[in-house]
């Protein structure tokens, strides 16, 4: 390298370093005016520090999602591959294998935010506008059932909503309660008194050494003894059957509102078609497998051979958690984890049974 090149990277990384102080004296570019340092600055806190002026909903951010989210993390935030998950993971943090996402772990909202319009999309950050980021917020909190897909999410209306997790971390005050107590000089030898025992085992992996110690037989369950009806007494009367319920009206619309979030694989009513997957018209109490000209997965042509009917219990069943009712299924879906939602849909499924 030549001695010019070399003194001009020298003085570069010099400016670099020494910041507007330095440049001013070698007259190197000057100090960033404040509504410059504003415009890099982007940065949003816990308490809404730093929310733009915008807003947006669930639905207009649906269709942002699929354009610019969904080729990783799937239609429904449910992930895809190795990419994260989104959305769901509700009531598992205290599981052996949680799922954390957005709904489930992150305690606050604005992280969501500024990570969002910071970071993505992918391969092109920092190219979403406010409004944007606000309605691909609201889409991930629908996806994680903790809002309307109407609610329109603003600097306004932020902290109406209500992260399950937000008391699940503490503040870290470990340097001011404890660093003091260990980060003198080290003791090393005979610094414990009492035996080293383990107290807590990595059950998950399977790691800590086991303790020689003889097992216990487990406890003999005791044996069900079913006692017969004496002779001459008549057997318990049968349970009455139940009658299913009249169709219910207000049922079904809030169900056509949650049957947005299948719309975008799904069609029902006059005109329908087949798309990521099949029609849904007259669904109800219909053997499993019998749109025609769709082409079906081999579990659930596994599923239609044995005869599976869709009845509102196998349905409701099937939208709570498709991927564990049905082994290998194509539906991505992650499910309907509100057992009203489930009963919604199948009752709006019904009003286009025909």
Sequence with gaps: MSKFLKSTALLTALALVSGPAFAEKIGLGRPALPEEVAA??????????????????????????ADKCAACHGDFAEGIDNWPKLAGGADTLDHDDPLKTVGSYWPYLSTAFDYIKRSMPYGNAGTLTDDETYAIVAYILFSNDLIEDDFVLSKESFFDVEMPNVDGFIVDDRAETEYAAWSGEPCM??????????????MVLDVTPQEEAAVEPAAQEPAVVVAEAPKGEAPAAAEPEV???AFDAELAAKGEKVFRKCKSCHQVGEGAKNKVGPILNG??????????????????????EGGLVWSEAELASFLANPKKYMKGTKMSFAGLKKEDDQLAVVEYLKSVSD
């Design 283 to 304: 669904i109800v109490d219909q053997a499993a497998g019998a749109v025609e000209s769709f082409k079906y997965s081999k579990p659930m042509k596994k599923a239609a």
């Design 40 to 65: 890099w600055n982007g940065e949003v806190h816990p308490d809404g520090t730093g929310l733009p002026a915008g807003s947006g909903d669930a639905i207009v951010g649906e269709e942002i999602f």
């Design 189 to 202: 030898e005979n610094c414990k008194g009492e035996p080293v025992k383990v107290t807590m085992r990595a």
């Design 243 to 245: 009658v299913a319920a």
